[in-house]
């Protein structure tokens, strides 16, 4: 069995900063509702799906600490 020795001193991670997740989440939400019931398709809607992936990556990289799981190396 592996050991895994933790810093005592370490100070817990701050999670103040995840009000902008939550507004950005709700402002996807919205545009992507209002999209898909318009059945738009143009040049607008591309850049949401560009943004919601940035999104969803910047969101997961901060989640995880940007550490792979051991499974993905």
Do not use: C
Not at 20 to 46: E, H
């Amino acid at each position: 069995m592996q050991l895994i020795e933790h810093d005592p001193e370490e100070p817990p991670r701050d999670r103040t900063g995840y009000a902008v997740y939550w507004a950005n989440f709700a402002l996807l939400a919205l545009l992507w509702t209002g999209t898909l019931m318009l059945d738009i398709l143009n040049w607008g809607t591309v850049a949401l799906g560009v943004w919601t992936g940035a999104f969803i990556a910047i969101w997961s990289i901060d989640i995880t600490g940007n550490k792979v799981p051991k499974w993905m190396r």
